[in-house]
């Protein structure tokens, strides 16, 4: 078969091209935990690391090697590894390169739960800084002696705020600092963080990338960018061979092997499978926001509207000219004194639900449920305000979208 360059087909054609014995369509599920070899010399050489293989499934199996070699073809990475959940491979990822004493910068515009987790951090030592991270002045303004990375999201959630990735990508390069990109919110599909020098690229898997709302996963990929060998915290055990692997080696042995957020092989196969539609789902999505954004836009009853895709969004030009399309998350903030609830309620199409990515499309207030717990002066410092709405807009007919908001809407009252 010739090389194939499309996106889609890239996707739709590689699990067959793996080479698995009797030539499935679909890249078998493993469901072993042991694997066994002919002689302990073998099972020796796959736990030093001198030899590819599987020696228990909390690390590896074919099925999710499978899977990984897919995600790093999306992200154009050297190599990926898969976990339980999105949140398993931030937390696995930052604790497995990360060390007491040590910093990291990340953007203050971040998922609840992430911004959750680095609160944590803190706890065990390690110092976290949040800045403004749609200016790149700001990340290079928390730098210290011990900055080890940078932590951003593509388009923020819920506030689509979109940092500068590309002067941090060449600030981070220039420094010899880590930067770690959050792809989920856009996808591979409609950007690729490698492009603006990201070394490590996270991906929530249960969102566009699997895409049905019907499994969990995570992943993170390494792009090959980033020299190892200048990061003061790799293990001397995992410094042997190619530095570009050391990253990764290690966030497998402490994150995978020690922490054990496992991804089955049941999870990844599902994932695999969906992922053959992003293309197609993404593209339907990202219409359906669009057309959405500009009906909001417009109401008299919405105070303002969140999404790349207006020409009113302070970092719509940066949209246009690195996604593919503006993505399918979208927020908007009711006028006072109108009540999220009052008008989520009346809408039968959209469902109240916490999850993003979903063929359907989703929707919930943000103050009282993902961003509670950290206040209302922490949500004020993100733009969250207690009239905010968050959609996940789906693959639905649009007209019928539009119509189930545009009603409710004018049977919305004070």
């Not at 067959?16 to 469901?31: E, K, M, S, T």
């Not at 030093?48 to 899977?67: E, M």
């Not at 600030?171 to 409609?190: K, R």
């Not at 717990?373 to 949500?379: D, L």
């Amino acid at each position: 078969m010739s090389k194939v360059k499309g996106f889609t087909s890239r996707i739709v054609h590689h699990d067959r091209l793996q080479g698995f014995a009797d030539g499935p369509v679909h890249a078998p599920i493993y469901n072993s935990v042991p694997y066994s070899y002919a002689t302990t010399e073998g099972l020796v050489e796959v736990f030093q690391g001198r030899a590819s293989g599987h020696a228990y499934a909390r690390q590896s199996t074919p099925t999710t090697d499978s899977l990984q070699s897919l995600i790093s073809e999306a992200e154009q990475g050297i190599a990926t590894l898969v976990f339980a959940t999105g949140m398993a491979a931030i937390s696995g990822t930052l604790l497995a390169l990360l060390q007491r004493g040590d910093h990291m910068i990340a953007s203050r515009f971040l998922f609840g739960n992430t911004h959750s987790l680095l609160s944590t951090l803190a706890n065990f030592g390690i110092e976290v800084t949040l800045v403004d991270a749609t200016d790149c002045a700001h990340v290079r303004a928390a730098q210290q002696g011990n900055t080890r990375l940078v932590f951003v999201e593509t388009i923020a959630n819920p506030g689509t705020q979109i940092a500068s990735l590309d002067e941090i990508g060449q600030w981070c390069a220039q420094q010899n600092v880590l930067f770690m990109v959050d792809n989920t919110i856009t996808s591979p599909y409609l950007f690729n963080p490698k492009s603006v020098q990201a070394g490590l690229v996270i991906n929530s898997l249960s969102k566009y990338f699997g895409g049905h709302g019907t499994v969990l996963g995570g992943a993170i990929t390494d792009t090959g960018l980033f020299d190892w060998s200048h990061y003061p915290n790799i293990f001397p055990a995992y410094q042997q061979g190619d530095a570009h692997k050391w990253g990764l080696t290690q966030i497998k042995k402490k994150a995978l092997r020690d922490m054990g957020g496992t991804l089955s092989s049941d999870g990844a196969y599902q994932l695999a499978v969906g992922a053959e539609t992003i293309a197609l789902r993404m593209d339907r999505q990202c219409a359906n926001a669009a057309a959405l954004a500009n009906l909001l836009a417009q109401h008299e009853k919405v105070e303002a509207v969140y999404y790349p895709g207006l020409a009113s969004h302070p970092q719509h030009d940066r949209a246009r000219r690195w996604f593919r399309s503006f993505g399918a998350i979208l927020s908007f903030d009711l006028k006072a004194p109108y009540d999220c609830a009052a008008l989520l309620d009346d809408m039968a199409l959209v469902i109240n639900a916490t999850h993003l990515g979903d063929n359907r499309t989703l929707a919930l207030p943000m103050a009282s449920t993902i961003f509670y717990e950290m206040g209302p002066e922490n949500r004020a410092a993100l733009g969250i305000g207690d009239r905010m709405i968050r959609c996940s807009v789906g693959i639905e007919d649009p007209e019928d979208i539009l119509s189930c908001f545009a009603e409710a809407l004018a049977r919305l009252t004070p």
